[in-house]
């Protein structure tokens, strides 16, 4: 399989249903609700061993969220759970050199050929945390990979172990265009740049800030910072919002809030606030809901425990603060 392996941040897209085939692999009940394991295609290559299929499923559900780009909408604008993680949506954009550029979100679904049954869970692994796919290919940085990065190695196994839980899916997802497989690679994270909570270590929530901070990295800070010119996120306005997305086929273009604890962003919010304001899926200021692209519901905030939220909010909120904004997202 060429194209590329796609996990963004982002809205949910449309793609056709077709029925599984005969060679679908066949799961086997683990016991777990939902959940069930499926034989690869490369048994020989099992390298994911540390972690859990339940950590695995909760990072892709609410921390990654994978379903925000790889499970397609129905019309109503709901996840189709038919379809869950078997791709796509497709994303336009206007590259430096004035090409328009199509990304479609790839199929992670544990089919063969179409989904990710052939791939090694090396072969996973490397496009999740280096950006490269299973062909060699560079990785479009549309999906977070640099951030990614940071993941402990037993968080990417439990990934790993999880997408090898999810059913075989047979949708067709487009190639690319024009990029195609000619993606040009893209640096990774530096998370010595990635700042840390303005807290003493004797503070009493230093420990929740960090723990909030990896959190965030993973699942905030793609979409909540401005990028440079090579496509990774400008750390000199980390959290502080302002990345335009007028690329989500289908969507008005909206740009993200500041979610530092400047008077651009969260203000004088308190830990409170923002958990509430995470839980709701709505504004800290004014109690509005968030821009359509902000991942809610079954993929993202409402499965998150409360632990998480608050930790992630006690980062935020002790975040150095960058002046940038304000931004409001415009709705169809």
């Not at 499926?38 to 540390?50: C, E, F, L, Q, S």
Request: with cysteine.
């Amino acid at each position: 399989m060429s194209r590329s392996f796609l996990v963004a941040a982002l809205a949910l897209g449309v793609a056709c249903h077709q029925s599984a085939p005969s060679d679908t692999p066949t799961p086997t009940d683990t016991g777990l609700t939902g959940t069930t394991v499926i034989d690869t295609g490369h048994p020989g290559d099992v390298t994911a061993t540390r972690g859990t299929v339940q950590r695995g499923q909760y990072l892709v559900d609410h921390v990654l969220n994978c379903g925000a780009c790889h499970t397609p909408t129905g019309t109503d604008g709901a996840p189709d759970m038919s379809l869950y993680l078997a791709g796509s949506r497709s994303y336009d954009f206007t590259d430096v050199d004035g090409t328009i550029v199509t990304v479609n979100a790839e199929n992670l679904t544990n089919h063969d050929p179409e989904g990710l049954y052939n791939w090694s869970d090396e072969q996973i692994r490397t496009a999740l945390v280096e950006g490269i796919d299973d062909e060699h290919v560079a990785i479009y940085p549309i999906m977070p990979f640099p951030e990614y990065s940071l993941l402990t190695v037993e968080d990417q196994d439990s990934i790993i172990q999880y997408l090898r839980t999810v059913q075989g899916n047979p949708n067709v997802v487009a190639a690319d265009f024009p990029y195609g497989d000619q993606n040009p690679p893209v640096a990774l994270a530096d998370d010595t740049a990635i700042p840390h909570a303005t807290l003493p270590t004797s503070d009493p929530d230093y420990a929740a800030a960090e723990r909030g901070r990896y959190l965030a990295v993973t699942g905030c800070l793609y979409c909540h910072t401005e990028e440079l010119s090579s496509g990774v996120p400008d750390m000199s306005k980390a959290f502080g919002g302002g990345k335009v997305y007028t690329f989500i086929r289908g969507s008005a273009p909206n740009t993200s809030t500041n979610i530092t604890p400047d008077p651009t962003g969260l203000g004088d919010a308190t830990v409170e606030d923002i958990v509430a304001a995470l839980k709701t899926d709505t504004s800290v200021a004014t109690g509005a809901p968030l821009c359509s692209t902000h991942p809610g519901g079954f993929d993202r905030i409402d499965g998150m425990t409360d632990d998480d939220l608050h930790d992630i909010a006690v980062y935020l909120h002790a975040l150095p603060p960058v002046s940038n904004g304000p931004f409001t997202c415009e709705t169809p």
